[in-house]
């Protein structure tokens, strides 16, 4: 699509999509989506369709890559070529992904009890089907669910949210058409029991004030997003205990004791 | 994971008339379609066979026509063994049995004239490309049946584009991707000297040899053997009368998702 004028980002207060500065935006979150991944997470943001899966803790494969103390975390972040409005994208992480592995890489080494898995991997795929700007905000937030669903011990759920600069506005959550013609971007990602800023990038223009209101912004948006997360983790555990509440299921007969088949 | 207490018990069970989930040799697992779930793509579609989950995205782009067919649109197809389907898939470039996926699906569609691509021709050089991407998100077996479905429906819900200024129009009123057929493929394996079809992931580990037969109503469109062992005449003549069989009911699913 061919870049137009600068759109008017923000009206009475108002922004394009009817949010006020500090809405985020519809959030849904789902965990053990995937069969075979340890853990999985499924999040809506938005227009944002994103996939996270969780493998390992297992063999650090190639064996030069393994830590003999701790486990290592691999990551890998990839844009699905149909997942834009726009082209065709291309197959494949470009420069732009690998700098985004790497970065939700660090987020996690932080929070994972490492020292737990010597010698092994855990690996984090976060796969986006769509995308509408904050995909890597959205990825960090499934990502930590899908590992806290796979039962590997964390410190901590990370949470992610970007924040950005509309002219005079400090605004949460930029979408796409934001993103593009915004004043300035700060993807955070937290770990809200720690209080640590475990991402933080930026690009644009912004007064220290303004930072430190995006990043206070950042946390107050925590609350919501956490409270999805552990309701999301909760969830197909509510459904059985939902399904059992009128008391455990009868236990199926133990057969009567077989004789073991003996081979002939 | 492959192990031989696995590959004696399914062979065995073979043997027995029987299969590891319970099905007859010639089921499908349950399968369902869904469409239309990535909207910013021009089309999409998932597919559930069993656990095997893939998703397909069409993005049409204006491009180039090929040299040897100036009035025809492109059709490009690619597919993609993520990582997060199976603790055996690994990232990097495309394996052979991607591309393998990939192209067996690309095939069907081609042959059976599923999109009309004389009819993705824009000007003097310039076409439709169309491109289809699948995406393998948990695997159990058959991604060559759930790839074409997956394939062929999000193919047959997807916009068209206007290109209008020297620009593409992707939003807005817009007419459907010129289509002219449905294509469905049927897997079938064989083991122990019995022939299945729709190999789950365990079947696919001990399988001897594989087919793939892409059919429309009444014929063949693609096929590909697969793996070292082999098949008789007969058999193969037999399993396209079922594939042929087989396919009424997938096209049929396809159909109601679409919403004919």
Not at chain 1, 130 to 148: C, F, H, K, M, Y
Not at chain 2, 8 to 37: A, H, Q, V, W
Not at chain 2, 38 to 65: D, H, Y
Request: include cysteine; aromatic fraction near 6%; charge should be negative.
């Amino acid at each position: 699509m061919a870049k137009s004028e600068k759109p008017e980002l923000m009206v009475n207060g108002k922004r394009l999509d009817g949010r006020m500065s500090g809405d985020l935006r519809h959030v849904r979150i789902e965990s053990g989506v995937l069969k075979n991944a340890a853990g999985s997470a499924y999040v809506e943001w938005g227009n944002n369709k994103i996939l996270a899966a969780v493998y390992g803790p297992r063999e650090a494969l190639p064996k030069h890559t393994s830590d003999p103390e701790k486990a290592v975390i691999k990551c890998r972040y990839q844009m699905a070529p149909f997942s834009s409005l726009e082209e065709h994208g291309r197959t494949g992480p470009n420069r732009r992904a690998i700098e985004i592995s790497k970065v939700t890489k660090e987020v996690f080494e932080n929070v994972i009890i490492r020292e737990n898995f010597p010698g092994s991997e855990i690996s984090i795929f976060v796969e986006v089907l769509q995308s509408d700007g904050g995909t890597r905000a959205a990825g960090i937030t499934a990502a930590a669910v899908a590992l806290a669903g796979s039962g590997i011990p964390m410190t901590d759920i990370p949470y992610a949210v970007s924040i950005g600069k509309i002219g005079e506005h400090i605004v949460i959550d930029l979408n796409k058409i934001e993103d593009n013609y915004s004043d300035a971007d700060v993807p955070i990602a937290i770990s809200p029991r720690q209080d640590k800023i475990l991402l933080l990038q930026m690009d644009g223009n912004m007064s220290k004030e303004e930072v430190s209101k995006a990043l206070s912004m950042a946390k107050e948006s925590g609350k919501i997003i956490t409270k999805l997360q552990t309701d999301a983790l909760k969830a197909p555990y509510l459904k059985i205990s939902e399904k059992y509440k009128n008391g455990a299921p009868s236990m199926p007969q133990q057969p009567q004791e077989q004789q073991p088949q003996q081979p002939k | 994971m492959k192990t031989t207490i696995t590959g004696e018990y399914i062979k065995e069970m073979l043997s027995k008339g029987l299969r590891e989930d319970g099905r007859k040799f010639f089921d499908y697992r349950p399968i369902s379609i869904t469409k239309g779930n990535l909207p910013q793509a021009e089309g999409s579609a998932e597919v559930n066979i069993g656990n095997t989950k893939v998703i397909a995205g069409v993005k049409v782009s204006v491009g180039s026509p090929m040299p040897d067919k100036p009035d025809e649109g492109n059709l490009i197809t690619g597919a993609e063994l993520l990582p997060l389907a199976s603790e055996e898939f690994d990232i990097g470039p495309p394996s052979p049995e991607a591309i393998e996926l990939a192209r067996v699906v690309d095939r069907g569609i081609r042959a059976a004239g599923v999109i009309d691509l004389k009819k993705l021709f824009i000007e003097e050089e310039k076409v439709w490309d169309t491109f289809v991407d699948i995406y393998v998100l948990n695997y159990d077996g058959n991604l060559f049946d759930a790839s074409t479905l997956a394939a062929t429906t999000a193919l047959l819900s997807a916009r068209m584009p206007r290109y209008e200024n020297e620009e593409v129009i992707r939003e807005g009123n817009l007419g459907k991707l010129p289509t002219a057929n449905i294509v469905t493929s049927s897997t079938f394996a064989t083991m122990a000297n019995k022939l299945i079809l729709d190999p789950s992931g365990n079947e696919e580990l001990f399988m001897d040899a594989r087919i793939t037969i892409a059919t429309d109503e009444s014929n063949v469109r693609a096929m590909q053997k697969g793996l070292s062992g082999g098949f008789t005449a007969n058999e193969v003549e037999q399993l396209i009368d079922l594939a042929i069989e087989k396919s009424k009911n997938l096209r049929q699913e396809i159909k109601k998702t679409i919403g004919e």
